[in-house]
């Protein structure tokens, strides 16, 4: 028997709308597999069990009164910890902030309410989001749903794991350098990288940025445009929502859910195992052929291609520089102890750019966005790898070489991610099995510009038609060995980044 925390979210809300699933009922069953299993991962690091526990309270009497119920009404949520929630302790992953607790809810989390979501609690990032091995010196290290002594990745990474093991339905993310897609492809669920502005939020120091953006995580396609209906909405706190007066053009019913219908025979698909120079390791090579192979017979035609990236490693490096110092060069000025190893690497390599160097990475990051341009008048969409390795040890707290070839810096490993994020396209990870170690590997699904629904659809009609593939669906993990694990804080390593 299914137990409610493993329903999609589309179907235990439809269960909840017909009165044959209790929101009471389904808010316990997530409570119960976190206390099974989340001592072995660490996904949730902070909970609100009696402010979940009353808006389950309120959300089954709404039902049994008969009212309108909203889109995700009954369903709990995680909620990344780099999101303020008014009363249930936020900390970004940093030491300053380790006793934080919010008196308002962050606009995304208020919208999630809004729309029926019950706030679970928080799941575990980087401090600050920065890198993509979930570890920080507050709440420790998280670990791989399919080995807990292996990462997820990040900076989403929490709630990649939570979603994984059946913790949470639905969960929140934000992206930089991939941080919606890196953990979607270690944990084997979808993460996607909205264009800028779909999903506003008020928070970017630099506000016309389009290098940070919130997004959705769920276990299948269909789940996550349920949780992006709630999240997209105009907002004029975020200057890159901008829209035209008075008229909403991100929220619109039935603009992200149900899943736009896609004929993949119709469809001109490029593949490109690494943009022609990320450093990707042959694991994920092979592994990448093996899905190319698959898609080909599906859809009208697909070439080897990629869009120009020259110079792309330079221009991230600068502008994620320029964000981070935006962000926190007071905090590392001030209390530079309290600042972890990712943090400080930023600071001090932004104090060392010019505004020169400013300038040609934007100049650079222009010349990809045209790139990408061009490159879709003559292809649908773009296939690739979503992130370069096989998920190693977490206590690596980066990979310096991929076979054989240095790494530039601590994020040079998700290149695959952050050529995309430059462009300012949406992307998907979808997980098509398991690679040759037996970790998961997931799929980078590119769209043209604004195309998100678009490239939602083809991730859906792709999961449909893998689905039936015992080596190519959604790889899922061992609860039961998660139950008998040891608990992850017990091995060495845990807290902080030694």
């Known amino acids: 028997m299914t137990e409610p925390c493993d329903l999609s979210a589309r179907e235990a809300r439809r269960l909840i709308g017909r009165r044959s699933l209790s929101p009471v009922e389904l808010l316990e069953s997530c409570l119960t597999r976190i206390e099974q299993v989340n001592p072995a991962v660490n996904a949730f690091v902070a909970l609100d069990v009696p402010g979940a526990r009353a808006a389950a309270k309120q959300a089954e009497d709404a039902v049994m009164r008969g009212d309108d119920l909203p889109l995700l009404h009954g369903l709990p949520i995680g909620i990344k910890d780099l ?22 809810d962050a606009g995304m989390v208020a919208r999630l309410r809004l729309a029926g979501g019950l706030v679970l609690g928080k799941t575990n990032t ?37 979603l994984a093991t059946g913790m949470a339905p639905l969960c929140t993310g934000s992206d930089m350098g991939g941080s919606l897609r890196n953990p979607a492809a270690f944990c084997g669920i979808v993460g996607f990288r909205p264009s800028p502005g779909l999903v506003p939020s008020e928070k970017r120091a630099l506000g016309w ?3 940070s953006v919130l997004g959705p995580m769920a276990r299948n396609v269909d789940d996550l445009c349920l949780l992006l209906s709630a999240m997209a909405s105009d907002d004029a706190r975020d200057p890159l929502a901008y829209t035209m007066h008075g008229a909403g053009v991100r929220s619109a019913p039935g603009l992200f859910w149900p899943p736009r219908q896609i004929d993949l025979a119709k469809l001109r698909v490029a593949a490109s195992e690494d943009f022609g120079q990320a450093p ?13 192979q698959a898609c080909r017979p599906m859809v009208r035609e697909l070439a080897f291609a990629h869009p120009d990236c020259s110079g ?34 930023n600071v001090e390599e932004g104090l060392h750019y010019r505004l020169e160097d400013y300038a040609h990475a934007h100049a650079t990051q222009t010349q990809i966005y045209h790139s990408f341009q061009s490159f879709f008048q003559s292809h649908d969409v773009l296939i690739t790898p979503a992130i370069t390795i096989s998920p190693r040890p977490w206590r690596e707290l980066y990979p310096t070489e991929i076979d054989g070839q240095r790494t530039r810096n601590y994020f040079h490993w998700l290149a695959m991610a ?7 396209h949406p992307a998907v990870c979808l997980p098509v099995g398991l690679d040759a170690k037996g970790m998961p590997f997931g799929l980078q699904i590119v769209g043209p510009r604004g195309g998100d629904a678009f490239v939602l659809g083809v991730a859906a009609a792709l999961e449909e038609a893998f689905n039936s593939s015992p080596t190519l669906r959604r790889p899922v993990p061992s609860i039961e060995q998660l139950r008998a694990a040891p608990p992850i804080s017990s091995m060495d390593g845990f807290l902080g980044w030694g």
């Open 83 to 104: 999101d303020e929630t008014a009363g249930l302790r936020t900390t970004w992953g940093s030491t300053i902030y380790r006793d934080h607790v919010p008196t308002q």
């Open 126 to 162: 980087p401090e600050w989001g920065l890198g993509a091995n979930t570890r920080n010196a507050v709440y420790g290290a998280t670990g791989n749903p399919f080995d807990p002594e292996r990462s997820c990745a990040g900076s989403s990474g929490g709630s990649a794991v939570a």
């Open 209 to 211: 940025s389009p290098l």
């Open 280 to 292: 990707v390791e042959r694991i994920v090579r092979e592994a990448f052929q093996v899905r190319v």
């Open 312 to 345: 792309a490693d330079e221009s991230f490096a600068v502008l994620r520089a320029a964000g981070v110092l935006a962000t926190h060069h007071e905090r590392y000025r001030t209390r530079p102890e309290e600042c972890g190893p990712n943090l400080q690497a």
């Open 418 to 424: 952050y050529y995309v994020t430059l462009s300012g």
